[in-house]
Nanobody, 126 residues
Framework: QVTLEESGGGLVQAGDSLRLSCAAS?????????VGWFRQAPGKEREFVAT????????YYLDSVKGRFTVSRDSAPASVSLQMSSLKPEDTAVYYC??????????????????WGQGTQVTVSS
């Protein structure tokens, strides 16, 4: 079982950048594991943000974050980052890192991911 831990959240102003990191422990990511980011704002459902195939590094994004967010592998082993730029108040949420293996059509579904971090708060002020 993989244990995930996020870091890097905080309070920023609109237009600023922030980098979230997700570090895995317990086991390394197996072949074709998807490592993704979801977010949940108060009173809203958890929402897919971005995900990456840890082996091939192919990435997928929510339309509203394309061009602003980048998910990538870190130089540290079993670590993935979410670089967020041009942040908007509507990006405010708790951001969760998740991992799992699934077919391509299911990569945006939170139920497809089997391991989750505890979440990190991102607040963007206007």
């Amino acid at each position: 079982q993989v244990t995930l831990e996020e870091s890097g959240g905080g309070l920023v102003q609109a237009g600023d950048s922030l980098r979230l990191s997700c570090a895995a422990s317990g086991q390394t990511f197996s072949y074709n594991t998807m490592v993704g980011w979801f977010r949940q704002a108060p009173g809203k459902e958890r929402e897919f943000v971005a995900t990456s195939n840890y082996s091939t590094r192919r990435t997928y994004y929510l339309d509203s974050v394309k061009g602003r967010f980048t998910v990538s592998r870190d130089s540290a082993p079993a670590s993935v980052s979410l670089q967020m730029s041009s942040l908007k108040p509507e990006d405010t949420a708790v951001y969760y890192c998740a991992s799992g293996r699934m077919i391509l059509s299911q990569i945006r579904a939170s139920s497809s991911y089997t391991s989750w971090g505890q979440g990190t708060q991102v607040t963007v002020s206007s």
